[in-house]
């Protein structure tokens, strides 16, 4: 699981979408804020890059994860540069994971408010990266 994570952060965080198609199953079924869905992989490929375009610069940094089985969560935050304004953007959020086959097969994923960040711990240096023990 921990090879998958590192090729999903550098599809995020590297802009190495020719990744993706190692990272997601056939058909990605996704519980978000556009309600329940099931996208093909190409279709959610495409769905990551259009976030690049619209946020330029656009990081995915993790506080905390953990793995177990063929779940995996991570408690992130969004960081990016608005295009227009030249501010920086925030939104932090929660995210689970079901990996079948070595893919990413489910996500249920929360966020909060835009603006937000985790004020309680830092970020690790990368998503797999040992998380902190409290």
């Given at each position: 699981m921990i090879d998958l994570f590192n090729r999903w952060e550098q599809v995020w965080n590297d802009g190495k979408f020719d990744l993706a198609p190692s990272c997601i199953a056939d058909f990605y079924i996704r519980h978000d804020p556009k309600g329940d869905r099931t996208v093909s992989r190409d279709a959610y490929a495409a769905e990551v890059v259009k976030i690049h375009e619209d946020r330029p610069g656009i990081r995915v940094v993790v506080y905390d994860h953990s793995f177990l089985g063929d779940r995996a969560w991570f408690r992130f935050a969004f960081k990016w540069t608005d295009a227009k304004t030249g501010k920086a953007q925030t939104q932090a959020g929660i995210q689970v994971y079901r990996i079948a086959d070595g893919k990413?097969?489910?996500?249920?994923?929360?966020?909060?408010?835009?603006?937000?960040?985790?004020?309680?711990?830092?970020?690790?240096?990368?998503?797999?990266?040992?998380?902190?023990?409290k």
């Amino acid at each position: 699981m921990i090879d998958l994570f590192n090729r999903w952060e550098q599809v995020w965080n590297d802009g190495k979408f020719d990744l993706a198609p190692s990272c997601i199953a056939d058909f990605y079924i996704r519980h978000d804020p556009k309600g329940d869905r099931t996208v093909s992989r190409d279709a959610y490929a495409a769905e990551v890059v259009k976030i690049h375009e619209d946020r330029p610069g656009i990081r995915v940094v993790v506080y905390d994860h953990s793995f177990l089985g063929d779940r995996a969560w991570f408690r992130f935050a969004f960081k990016w540069t608005d295009a227009k304004t030249g501010k920086a953007q925030t939104q932090a959020g929660i995210q689970v994971y079901r990996i079948a086959d070595g893919k990413l097969a489910e996500t249920w994923i929360s966020y909060l408010p835009s603006g937000t960040v985790w004020t309680d711990a830092a970020a690790q240096p990368h998503w797999t990266s040992p998380p902190p023990i409290k």
